[in-house]
């Protein structure tokens, strides 16, 4: 698969991620934080904020992947 196609369906991917992430942590901050401190709702929101980026990397590295130059057809 080409760089560019990749590059195509990642950022699709992480467009739908990132949104699924979100509605996924407000979700969570709805349930289980309605009588927390200001401390631990602030603590949650940047743990949560920032915890789509692991899931996001794996992505990100084969999307950046360089194409293989055409070699994978000449091995057939």
Known sequence: MR???R???GAVALL???TGW?????VVAQ???PSAGHLLAGLYYVVAGLG???P????????VKP???GRAAENR
Request: no cysteine.
């Open 3 to 5: 760089m560019r196609t």
């Open 56 to 63: 996001a990397m794996p992505l990100i590295a084969w999307m």
């Open 52 to 54: 789509w980026v692991l």
């Open 22 to 26: 979100a509605l996924f942590a407000m």
């Open 67 to 69: 194409d293989d130059g």
């Open 16 to 18: 739908v991620l990132a």
């Open 7 to 9: 590059k195509l369906i």
């Open 31 to 33: 349930v289980a934080l």
